[in-house]
């Protein structure tokens, strides 16, 4: 047979995802969703609509800083428009003492433990590589670029939990575990596949959760699997499930699941979210060049705020709850481009701070020399000042 | 005949003619297919040349390599892309421990004709891992040869002799000079073998050398010299390992001072090694210390930083006014 670089007929789901809300926005009664559901039903209305709202209030937020990028006030905007519910309902289910391990497209997530957005801001604005202390921020993690590296990062981080005795205590208010979210494109990354093998090998406490988008860039997902991705966990020993992650109530319902499992000492949990990237990768993208418009339209009619809202309507939600959200919704986008456009370039000395936690001869030596320098090089640097400037490598 | 390309242009152009020299070449990397490379440096080859030429590979850097390792063995000859420099990481493994030593455990009786292109520095206002310079850790793995053209016109020769040659080639491709125009004299007989030193400015009073795109800052420094009174001769590495010594030796035996740039950290650096054996070999020709200009040895900063990170012709200036004041 001749390589086959033709990719298989797009068929990465199961032929029913556990789904608990239609894309016309009514709850799903079926042998998968029965499970879920009492959860669902035990919801109060208020946290109903706050789904609903953080997705709207995402939504607005990737409009603003799309916005920002075009006006050059941002380097880059990495936009999740479409993803807001296998975000929002995850996010959701973690507990207060969770540990969160984003990728990079997790901006809601992290408003929902605590982060500021601006945090965010800064990082595709060119000022900071992340720069936050997740105990400060609901434990939600800085962004780790390198594709699928987090995946690794968090199993350690579970380790720990598991070493400290931290979960399964029989408390499930002081039980900790980890949530860590990644692309279908990273399951083609070794760090992944050692993550689940470490994960599973120690039977940590954690969450594997995958935004199957359906690209990475301007790759398909076919090309990075033949077998719906989430049975890959399968074959690691993990217990897997596939959700309609365009279902805000499916997604928070099976990953409280999966967490409360690991939480309590059962091992490792994954979960494969099918999703869809509806815009660019990033700003610097131009999907039209390899994706068709019938799949945008597909899922364009799948949308995760329209379902949420059209059940929330039909539960009899107050017209002023979506009038008040719309307002403020814009105040938000307002407050971030405020505050965006106020953030401060990074001192000079954000070049060398923290390249080591303890004094490091190299680095104070150069930190000297460009102090020296930037003061004017005339005598700053003369090589006979006695002060060995560059003299002996300083490197600048 | 002569064009005036772009670099990117230039790469696409070599790749292509590299594709047509020999069949078993194969390009190989994260979105060079249908998306034509993120830097659009693979544009229409897919197109022309088919699936089973240019492959768009699942998202893994150990992966890309370790295969194209395979597909040497099988007589072919793999180009990868690496898509960024900060994400050849995954991939080290496979090209220090394997792809360098491959022909040496052989003991010869296999090559491995694998080129591995990497676009690579800053100057592009870039988020993390998308600026960085990693060409020292490859030029200090025996069995590699490390090189990186900088103008378009040896872009264009570069990437066709690194597909030929036997051995497993590190090609960084100087991704702030991608947009660069330069004329580009496709007569094959002005082709400047891969591994030669080049002289791009003939001068007097201090050697200047760098690689990849510190090569245009050098010469923006030799022209501001110049209206200071101070004669500056440009040299081009172009190949990091092995290093051609001949050309800096004969500069520097004629102006007495040599000064190295290059984006990358300079602790343990090809500047380094470049600083070392000319005082090793050119010590009573040196009329000053060879000075080295370089990144800071930290992590590459946040791009709003990266003008304060990054040497530019003031920061050579400033090494050549030291040089001179010897
Ligand atoms: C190790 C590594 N290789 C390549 C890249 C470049 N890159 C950035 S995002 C991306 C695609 C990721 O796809 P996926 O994992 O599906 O996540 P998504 O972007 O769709 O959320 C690639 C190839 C990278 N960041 N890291
Ligand atoms: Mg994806």
Known sequence: MPLSTALPPAETGTAEPVRLLSPEGQLVHSALSEEYLPVIEALPDERLEDFHRQMVLMRRWDIEAGNLQRQGQLALWIPSHGQEAAQVGSAFAAKPQDHVFPAYREHVVGKIRGLDPVRIMAILRGIDHGGWDPRETGNFHIYVLVIGAQSLHATGYAMGIGLDGASGTGDPDRDEAVLVYFGDGATSQGDVNEAMIFAASYQTPQVFFLQNNHWAISVPVERQSRTPLYLRAAGFGIPTTQIDGNDVLASYAVTQSALDAARSGAGPRFIEALTYRMGAHTSSDDPTKYRENEELAYWGARDPITRMEAFLRGRGASESYFRALAVEAEEFAADIRTRTLALQPPPRERLFRHAYTDAHPLVDEQRAWLERYEAGYGDAAAPDTGAAPAEDGAGA | ?326
């Not at chain 2, 696409?12 to 594709?19: E, I, P, Q």
Request: glycine share 8%; net charge negative.
């Open chain 2, 1 to 326: 005949m002569t064009e005036n390309l772009t670099m990117a242009k230039a790469l696409n152009a070599g790749l292509r003619a590299a594709l047509e020299q020999d069949d078993r070449v194969l390009l190989m990397g994260e979105d060079i297919g249908r998306l034509g490379g993120v830097f659009r440096v693979t544009e229409g080859l897919q197109r022309d040349f088919g699936e089973h030429r240019v492959l768009d590979t699942p998202l893994a850097e150990a992966g890309i390599v370790g295969s194209a390792i395979g597909l040497a063995m099988r007589g072919y000859r793999p180009v990868c892309e690496i898509q960024f420099d900060g994400f050849i990481y995954p991939g080290f493994d496979q090209i220090t421990s394997s792809l360098a030593k491959m022909t040496y455990r052989h003991d010869g009786s296999q090559a491995f004709p694998v080129v591995i292109r990497v676009p690579y520095g800053g100057h592009i206002g870039a988020v993390e891992h998308h600026q960085e310079s990693p060409e020292a850790y490859f030029a200090h793995t025996a069995g590699l040869r490390v090189i990186s053209p900088a103008t378009s016109h040896d872009a264009y020769w570069m990437i066709q002799e690194a597909v030929r040659s036997n051995d497993p080639v590190m090609f960084f491709e100087p991704k702030s000079r991608y947009w660069q125009r330069g004329d580009v004299d496709l007569d094959a007989a002005s082709a400047e073998p891969m591994h030669r030193t080049l002289r791009v400015r003939a001068g007097t009073d201090v050697t200047v050398l760098g690689h990849g795109a510190m090569v245009a800052t050098l010469l923006q420094a030799a022209e501001v010299a110049a209206s200071e009174g101070s004669s500056l001769e440009v040299l081009d590495l172009r190949s990091l390992s092995p290093i051609d010594y001949g050309p800096i030796l004969d500069s520097v035996r004629k102006t007495g001072r040599l000064v190295v740039a290059q984006e990358a950290p300079g602790n343990v650096s090809v500047g380094s090694e470049v600083a070392a054996t000319i005082a090793e070999r050119a010590f009573y020709s040196l009329e000053a210390p060879v000075l080295r200009v370089s990144g800071f040895d930290t992590p590459f900063p946040p791009a709003r930083l990266e003008d304060l990170y990054l040497p530019d012709a003031d920061r050579v200036l400033e090494a050549v006014d030291r040089s001179l004041a010897y």
